[in-house]
């Protein structure tokens, strides 16, 4: 528990109602989506750039960790108190600040929650792609610092792609602001891109300057099931080597279309091993012919059915069989280790046959989806934590999976970032002189290790 | 004149015949599209990222400054050896190492020329948008260090929305890997975008993997003429508004045409003030319904005559016509300062009456032309350096102009950086925190002040 005079100086920058020291409302803070617990001390709900530069100086001058956090939605902890310490929340700040048609540009607080953004901007025929799963409840200044990705990213990247300037209040406590509202700009370093996907390592985002695009006049569904998971993949790879880019090219391999079998009413002929959700947007009367084309290019790689969705109903239906995996996977057992490796897209069918033979090889069934259109597969391990053994199967199995991927030209993470889940497993992706660049620049920026310590491996 | 014991230890690293200390030879690599000249000590040809990492290492050791350069086509002095010492130039690390069709991904050398590179991968179908004016001749690792832009980037984005990954000497001599060659990748800080547009200050390029896009089926040109510079503002904002990105957008002001129309055999009718050149590329059919449309809702704009090229050759030589502006500048005197400010789109109206009224109060000739779509203007001062006085004015018009930008939310640059030319006007843009954030990146990777010391403001 931190001093009393601590509490006091954080009241007073915040006002009374926005420091927390109450268990139950620090509990609230002491989580995120790897359901591990880490306690604050204290939860601080700042609403403007100045009170958190005045946090972040008070928090240096006590040597007081800060944990900065949006909605708490992170796969790899980045917004966990690991050292104890201080949450500052960013929830309160949650305004739209500005839409501005002409110059498709918006100016948005860190506190709004992505999908609410999304709906504001496609009111008035604008566009903002990234599209996390997470996006009714995760906010864009989480989205920013972990560089949410999405099943969209295929064709529109990722969020990083978006974002053109910063407000942010630095580790020593400055409010400075990086990038602006121009397309181009080449002035100093980029801070703007270094700050996305730093994970709240290298300074508070207060303010974020987002690109939109035109919202595309129509868009396509079609869902394919495949006769292997082979089929499907080589699918993936054809489909890009005809120069054609779907607005995503979703993946399910045969054990997730089991699972989302049970879970739901889908209809799946004898024989699917694999689903390819495949939807294109644009110009509607380009989509008809895409579509087709697509459909006769994949035609030869065991193509068992193809359904075309013909409706905006008819697509959320597919898309809905999509997004009901999650919550179904729980069917094959009770605790899930969501990674997510990224190879070069013409990889994915030996990355997948790595993931099954490691399946094999360790007795752990392995359930694979994702967004196989960029490489990016969330390969699900799942196990019964409470049976012995099987907790460091699943960690055998897991660093398995990583070295797979880096040996296919891959990565240990496409959308989720390190945090302190893979913080471990960093080695096995960066030499020590990569690491020691980026744990250079940590320190220079943050010489008292005071925001986020312990994440990223970036200690000082 | 350096000493002959570094000259023998750099000779050992790169051999004999790629170390050049004889004056002649200085002289071409004293030089870049600035116009100014500092000599160098010595010119290296390295040809091997082992060889720049222990030419580095030597360096630092011997504390001599590094100037890396590619083909020295820059407008801000980013390669000048502004300190004397050592050109370290990637002219030999000219080799495109791989085009993997299946993954649109290419990986080359620094010293790879951007033109050469567009061909080779257009021979297979696939693209590469960045299209500085400096293609010809401008390297690929000399784009990636000063995040280059061009016509093309209002639809598809500058060079650093197409780099995935790099090899790296940093200024200590460590060769480092960042990014990777996957379409996504979240392990770590993002060294690669930090590293594109901070022009050489931060480490050198010795590899460079590329991002690649299909090649769009067909474009269709079109070049308008309007009667009023305000129109063709307008009709910026309108395209853009109507949810329309053309891939290009080109703009030149009354004084463009003037000096385009004496230095060609251009038709234009009296009364034409403003020139937009706009192309639009995609699918074949789809190209003619949205120049159709463009040309619709620009109408009320003032448009005095619109040409739609119908063959390659036709649209080839309305390009022509843009290509030759710069030539043609030296028509109105014979010295040209370049500026390259970008403003939101939609102020564009708004700057070229502030650059009017800066020509007129100062009595300089200003003519402007550039990339309209994104709000990119190149502001060409064109005096005669031999009249007493005409020196200061163009000095004095060029911050009013910087400051015009800046009071509308633009920016100083919008793709030729900061170099030499810009830094004594940094604090105009950034503030003392910004400034000190960037430099505490630069100062902690680079303690001895050895790579590119003196450039962007980042001295230790």
Redesign the interface.
């Known amino acids: 528990m931190l001093d009393s005079r601590i509490i006091n100086a954080l009241r007073e920058v915040v006002g009374k109602d926005n420091v927390t020291t109450d268990k139950a409302d620090l509990l609230c803070y002491s989580y995120d989506a790897t359901q591990q617990k880490f306690m604050p001390e204290v939860v601080v709900h700042p609403s403007t750039s100045e009170q958190i530069s005045r946090i972040m100086k008070l928090a240096n001058a006590e040597k007081i960790p800060v944990f900065p956090r949006g909605a708490g939605s992170g796969f790899t902890g980045g917004s966990l108190p690991t050292g104890g310490g201080m949450v500052v929340t960013t929830e309160r700040m949650d305004h739209i600040l500005e839409i501005?048609?002409?110059?498709?540009?918006a100016v948005v607080e860190p506190g709004v929650v992505t999908e609410q953004f999304q709906k504001e901007v496609e009111k008035v025929?604008?566009f903002y792609p990234p599209d996390p799963a997470s996006l009714k409840f995760s906010t864009l200044g989480g989205n920013v610092a972990?560089?949410a990705?999405g099943p969209r990213?295929?064709k529109y990247?990722?969020t990083?792609?978006y974002i053109l300037g910063l407000e942010i209040v630095?580790p020593t406590g400055?409010?400075?602001?990086?990038g602006?509202?121009?397309?181009?700009?080449?002035?100093?370093?980029?801070?703007t891109?270094?700050m996305?996907?730093?994970e709240g390592t290298?300074g508070i985002i207060t303010k974020i300057v987002i690109k939109l695009?035109?919202?595309p006049e129509a868009k396509k569904t079609m869902l394919v099931l495949f006769d292997s998971i082979d089929g499907a993949a080589q699918a993936v790879?054809t489909i890009?080597?005809n120069?054609?880019?779907p607005a995503t090219l979703e993946f399910m391999d045969g054990r997730t279309i089991d699972c989302v079998r049970q879970a739901t009413d889908l209809q799946v002929p004898e024989g699917a091993r694999a689903v390819l959700i495949i939807e294109v947007d644009g110009?509607r009367?380009?989509l008809d012919?895409q579509a087709q084309r697509i459909a006769e290019i994949i035609k030869p790689l065991g193509v068992v059915e193809t359904r075309i969705a013909e409706t905006p109903a008819e697509s959320e239906a597919l898309w809905q069989i999509r997004r009901s995996v999650s919550a179904s996977l729980r069917k094959v057992n009770p605790d899930k280790f969501n990674e997510d490796i990224?190879?070069?897209?013409?990889k994915l069918p030996d990355m997948i046959r790595k993931i099954d033979q490691i399946a094999d090889r360790h007795g752990v069934p392995i359930v694979n989806f994702g967004?196989a259109g960029?490489?990016?597969i969330h390969v699900n391990i799942m196990i019964d934590k409470k049976i012995p053994g099987e907790l460091e199967k699943a960690e055998r199995a897991i660093e398995e999976v990583f070295k797979g991927a880096l040996e296919l030209?891959?990565?240990?993470?496409?959308?989720?970032?390190?945090g302190i889940a893979?913080a471990a497993y960093?080695p096995l992706?960066?030499?020590e002189?990569?690491?020691?660049?980026?744990k250079?620049?940590?320190?220079?920026?943050d010489p008292n290790n005071i925001l986020n310590p312990g994440k990223?491996?970036?200690d000082n």
Chains 1, 2 share one sequence.
């Open positions: 501005d048609q002409d110059n498709l540009v025929g604008l972990e560089c990705g990213c295929v990247g990722v990083k792609d630095t400055d409010i400075i602001t990086t602006g509202s121009t397309m181009k700009g080449v002035v100093g370093l980029d801070l891109k270094l996305c996907g730093s290298l695009l035109p919202l790879s890009v080597r120069k054609i880019i110009d009367e380009f012919k990224c190879v070069p897209r013409s967004h960029d490489g990016n030209g891959g990565t240990m993470s496409g959308e989720h970032g390190v893979k960093i992706e960066l030499t002189e990569t690491a020691a660049y980026m250079k620049i940590k320190k220079a920026l990223i491996f970036l």
